[in-house]
C-alpha cells in the first residue's frame, strides 16, 4: 500500500510540476492543482490512520492523529481561494494583453 500512495504521490507532484512549466495559464493553473493535491495527500498521510480508532488520546495504543486532518483541512481551503485567485488573474491577463501566455509575449 505504501509504494502504490508513493507511486500517486510522484505521479500527482510530476505532472503537476511538468504543467507549471507549461506557456499558457491553464495548464500552470492545472499545475498548481495537482500540487495542492499532492501536498494534501502527503499531510493525510503523515497521521497514523486506523479504522475505527478515536482521534483523541485515550488509554488504548491505536489511536488516529488529528493534527494532519486538521491541516488537510486548512490546506482545501487555501488551495481553493489560491485556484480562484489565479483563475482571475489569468482572466485579467488574457483580457488585457490579448492572449493566454504566462510571460504575456506574443508567439
Avoid: W
Amino acid at each position: 500500500m505504501e509504494l502504490l500512495f508513493a507511486i500517486t504521490l510522484g505521479v500527482l507532484t510530476t505532472s503537476g510540476l511538468y504543467l507549471m512549466l507549461r506557456g499558457r495559464t491553464f495548464p500552470v493553473v492545472l499545475g498548481i492543482t495537482l500540487i495542492t493535491y499532492a501536498v494534501n495527500l502527503f499531510l493525510f498521510a503523515m497521521g497514523r490512520l486506523i479504522t475505527g480508532a478515536p482521534t483523541i488520546i485515550g488509554p488504548d495504543r491505536d489511536y488516529t492523529d488529528p493534527l494532519p486532518q486538521a491541516l488537510v483541512l486548512t490546506a482545501i481551503v487555501i488551495s481553493f481561494a489560491m485556484t480562484a485567485f489565479v483563475l482571475v488573474l489569468s482572466i485579467k491577463a488574457l483580457s488585457e494583453l490579448g492572449n493566454d501566455h504566462v510571460d504575456g509575449a506574443d508567439r
